[in-house]
């Protein structure tokens, strides 16, 4: 079986449905590298999971903790596949795993306070940091890595920073922490009695090395780690808002319950999306796999595309994820600028680097998206290069 064929994937769906950049946010001709959203179908599993429930006639208010069956499948899953210490009773099922940044940010940062970030990361980071009322401190990560300056990071804990934000593996960078650097935040986190989050969204889609998650029992016993992740990501579910947050204790669990104001019929995450959700954590591994193994695939082609482009240096490849992220070697050429002449000439949308989308050290770098079919990825690049000259001439006269 393969799921991953191009004819697979139903363009006249996404062209009305998939939006944040996608198919169905761009001109009719353009094609979207851009949001980190398979274009392929969910795991059948997760299909009849959701049919089932829908045939019953009843959609009723679900558990303010969450459905249990849930909790108990993201328990066993990291247990299963990260060897960590999660018990469902301190997991909070939430509405996508960027409301859980905020909810814990919210939780463990009072206003005024400061808490570190990566950079390069996502720009829901410094979001989540700011509606806290706290600051968000940006300390770049070292060359080719997704490690901190241990240096840096003990200077701002020594300045009163409460929490370091991690990225495992990072987005935009593709890559994992090792587990020694983690032992090393673990030390400094303990050392000031500081909160280390994890968001752990990307840990399923690694390819010649598992991730390390922060709840791994090999590492360090710290009972301030929490751990933000999802299903939008490995499982195609971005639609449904599917996440969660894992607490090292009950202590914490109930910080984080009181924040999210899931007591409250206001807040929380659907009872049909925790359905699906535990069809994919129970049924649909075997789906997962076989998405590695395509990725695997595409991103060889990507890179190999991305050394055929005058225009674009060849990043150290991605370690875990399905995104590419090229330096540009035009001088003086932003990220913006190089995205606009790429999609006014080529018809092809890309994510640019700067502050803005991933932290200030990422600008002169673009962000390439390869959770496609082989047919959209050659397209894309076979566009690129018919207009090179075309797409050189609109930088070098804006």
Known sequence: MNSFKHENINFDFLRTHAFNYRWAAVDADVIPLTAADPDFPVAPAIRNAIHTCADTGYFSYGAAHGEPVFKEAIAYWYHKNYHATAKAENI?????????????????????????????????????????????????????????????????????????????????????????????????????????????????????TTCTSILNQTLTAYDKKIVVSGLSKNFGLAGLRIGYIICDNKTHYDIVFEKSAHATTAFGIATLSQIAGT?????????????????????????????????????????????????ITIPQCTSDKLIQAILTNARVALVPGGKQWFEAHSEGSIRICFSTSENIIQEAFDRIQKVEANILDSIKNA
């Open 92 to 208: 909070l099922p939430v509405n996508s795993a960027a409301h859980g940044l905020f909810i814990v940010a919210s939780s463990i940062l009072q206003h005024g306070e400061k808490a570190i970030i990566p950079d390069p990361v996502d720009f829901l980071f410094r979001k989540a940091v700011e509606a806290a009322g706290a600051t968000a401190i940006a300390l770049p990560l070292l060359k080719d890595s997704a490690n901190f300056d241990l240096d840096a990071v003990e200077k701002e804990l020594q300045n009163g920073a409460k929490a370091i934000f991690i990225c495992n593996p990072n987005n935009p960078l593709g890559k994992q922490i090792a587990p020694t650097h983690l032992n090393e935040l673990i030390s400094l986190a303990s050392k000031y009695n500081a909160w280390l989050v994890s968001d752990e969204i990307w840990s399923d889609l690694y390819y010649e």
């Open 279 to 327: 069809a994919a954590l129970t049924q649909a591994e075997d789906w997962l796999i076989e998405f590695r193994a395509h990725l695997m695939q595409m991103r060889q082609i990507v890179f190999n595309r991305i050394q055929s482009i005058s225009f674009l240096a060849l990043p150290a490849a991605p370690e875990a994820t399905y995104l590419a992220f090229p330096k």
